[in-house]
C-alpha cells in the first residue's frame, strides 16, 4: 500500500470512528434527523460549507476552470447568492414554521402548507434527482483514487460509499453536523495551502498570466469572460437550488434559534462567495501545466500529486476527500430523512414511534448509499450528475416553496399542477432543442418561468 492511500485510509477510519463515538448520544428520529433542534451559529455555519464544497464546488469547479477560466467562479458563487437569500429571507421563517409544527423535513412544510400529495411528488422527484448528486461526489472520489492509487471507478466509488453510510447512518444529522467541522478544518486548511504552492510553482501570478496569454485568449481570465449565457445558466440551476434544497433546509432545522439560522447561513455564505475562486484559479493553474487532459475533472488531482510538495499534496487530497465525504453525507441526510419521515410514515405507517423512524432512516440511508454507487459507475462525470439534481430541484421545487410561504392563496391542486408542469415544459424544451434552450434561457430557465407564470395565473 502506497504512502498516499495509507494516509487516506487512516483519515477516513478516522472519519468512521468519530461519528460512531458521537452517535452514541443519539437516541430517537429528532437527534437523527433535526439534531434535537440546538445548534448554534457556528455548527450551522460549518455544516453547511461543509455540505456546500463538495465534487461540484472542488473537482467539478477546477474541471470548470480548467475549460472556461475565471468564470468558473459563478458555479460556486450562484451558490454563495442563493445561501445568502436563504439566510435572510425563505431560512428564517421556515425555521420558525420548523420549531412551532415540529417539522422534521422539507416534506413536513409541503404537507402542511398544500397536503400529502405534493409532499409525496416532491419526495419522489427528489430521490430521483439526489441520488444523481450521490454518485456525483462518488465520481470525484473515485477521481482521486484513480490519480493516486489508481484505483478503477468501480473501486473508488464503492469505498466512498462504504465510508459515508458508516458514520452517517450511525448518528445521522446529529453525527454529522460533528463531524462535519474536523472535514472543514481538513478542507480549509488543504485547500488554502495548495492555492499559494500551486501558484508558485507556476512563476507566479505573473508567470501564470504569461503561460494562459500564450495558451487562451484574454476572455479566459475574466470573471465574466464565458459570456452572459453562461453565467445565467449557472445562476438559473444554482440560485434557487440552494434557496429550497431539501437538505440545506433540513440542516438549518437543527438550529436553537432564528439568529443562529442568519448568522450560521450567512457565514456560509459569505465562506462560499471567497472559496469560488480557489477551484476556478486551480484549472487555469491546471490548464498552464497540463493542457489536453482528455477528462477536465482530473485537473484538481492531478494539481495536487505533480505539483506541489509531498506534504501539501497529501494534506490537499486529504481535503479533496473531505469534501466528497461531507457533500455525500449531506445527501443521505435528504434520502434517509425523505423516505422516514415524508414516505414511510406519512404513507406507509402514521403511527410509527420514533425507535421505528430511527431503524428506517438508517436503512433508508445505507440503501441509498448503494443506489449512489451503482449510479456513479453508469454516469460519464461529477458536473452531468449535478446538473441533474440542481435542475430537477429548481425546477420542480422553487416556485411551490416560495409561494407557500408567502402566499395563503395557491391550493394543492394548483401545487401539483406547477410541479408537473415545469418539469414536463423542461424536458419537452431539452429534447427539441438538443439542451440549447430558448435564446438566452437554458430549459431550467424555462421550466421556471412556466411554473411562476402557471402558478401566478392559478392563484
Partial sequence: MSFELTLLVLYSIGIVVLGLVISRRVRSAGDFLVAGRALGPGLISTTFLAANIGAGSTVGATGIGYQIGLSAWWWVG???IGSLILANTVGPK????????????MGDFLDLRYNRTVRGLIAALIWIGTLAILAGQLIAI??????????????GALAGGVVVMAYFGAGGFATAARVN????????????????????????????????????????????????????????????SFIVSPGLVQKLYGARSERAVRWGVNLNAVGLGLFAFVPAVLGMIAYAHFPGLPDPELALPRVMVELLPQWIGLLALAAILSAEL???DAILFMLSSSLSVDLYKRFLEPGASQAQLLKVSRFAAIIGGVLGILIALALPSIIAALTIFYGLLAVALFVPTLFGLYSSRPQAGTAVETILLSVLVTVVVYIVTGGAGIGILTPYAVGILAALAWMTARR
Fill in 78 to 80: 450562484s451558490a454563495a
Fill in 94 to 105: 421556515i425555521w420558525t414554521l420548523a420549531r412551532d409544527n415540529d417539522l422534521q423535513t
Fill in 142 to 155: 473515485s477521481r482521486i483514487l484513480e490519480i493516486v492509487v489508481g484505483l478503477p471507478k468501480w473501486q
Fill in 181 to 240: 467541522a474536523v472535514q472543514l478544518a481538513v478542507m480549509l486548511g488543504g485547500f488554502l495551502l495548495a492555492l499559494p504552492y500551486a501558484v508558485g510553482a507556476s512563476g507566479g501570478w505573473e508567470g501564470l498570466g504569461a503561460m494562459l496569454d500564450e495558451a487562451r485568449d484574454p476572455a479566459y481570465t475574466e470573471i465574466t469572460g464565458a459570456g452572459g449565457r453562461t453565467i445565467l445558466g449557472y445562476l438559473v440551476i444554482l440560485v434557487p
Fill in 326 to 328: 461531507s457533500t455525500c
